[in-house]
T-cell receptor
């Protein structure tokens, strides 16, 4: 069975600095997708960034980028120039073709300090 | 356009009662998912619809939980004989089709509290 592990329950970063959130996963599938979702207090899950496993190039979306290490089954999120609005829970998620559903980690609560 | 909407946003009920939670997906999205998020946890998959049919209901915890999507758009999650352990946020998501390349768009969730 697929599992997603986020080992950092909470993180804190100063405004304008860079922070990296960790995620590891386990799967026997070769084709899958990995995601980072943001969940602010409003509860609305918002997609931050997506990575296709077959792509070697790391995905980037403005201030957000990932470090995808397929062999190590690691998928970390780097947030550059952190902003107060980045304060939220961040969830790493896995989607495999054999399961057709998102499997989430337990989340990392990120606090951006002014 | 409008996103995924869920009603009610909050529901308080007593143990043993029946509840219905509604999800209105984005128009035209054929795939619809229900997840349950307990306090301090990530969302956990409950059921997935492709069109009107439940393609995967392996996440439903027991037979007190049931979901329908009769016309392939709106979905209702039904919980019978609610228990205190059912208290959680129930999230709905829709996507244009199944597959990881299709983004799942989430609604704001329904917070269910069973007293």
């Amino acid at each position: 069975a697929q599992t997603v592990t986020q080992s950092q329950p909470e993180m804190s970063v100063q405004e304008a600095e860079t922070v990296t959130l960790s995620c590891t996963y386990d799967t026997s599938e070769s084709n899958y997708y990995l995601f980072w979702y943001k969940q602010p207090p409003s509860r609305q899950m918002i997609l931050v960034i997506r990575q296709e496993a077959y792509k070697q190039q790391n995905a980037t979306e403005n201030r957000f980028s990932v470090n995808f290490q397929k062999a190590a089954k690691s998928f970390s999120l780097k947030i550059s120039d952190s902003q107060l609005g980045d304060t939220a829970m961040y969830f790493c998620a896995f989607y495999g073709g054999a399961t057709n559903k998102l499997i989430f980690g337990t989340g990392t609560l990120l606090a951006v300090q002014p | 356009g409008a996103g995924v909407s869920q009603t009610p946003s909050n529901k308080v009920t007593e143990k043993g009662k029946y509840v219905e939670l509604r999800c209105d997906p984005i128009s035209g999205h054929t795939a619809l998912y229900w997840y349950r998020q307990s306090l301090g946890q990530g969302p956990e998959f409950l059921i997935y619809f492709q069109g009107t049919g439940a393609a995967d209901d392996s996440g439903l915890p027991n037979d007190r939980f049931f979901a329908v999507r009769p016309e392939g758009s709106v979905s209702t999650l039904k919980i019978q004989r609610t228990e205190r352990g059912d208290s959680a946020v129930y999230l709905c998501a829709s996507s244009p089709d199944r597959g990881g390349y299709n983004e799942q768009f989430f609604g704001p969730g329904t917070r269910l509290t069973v007293l």
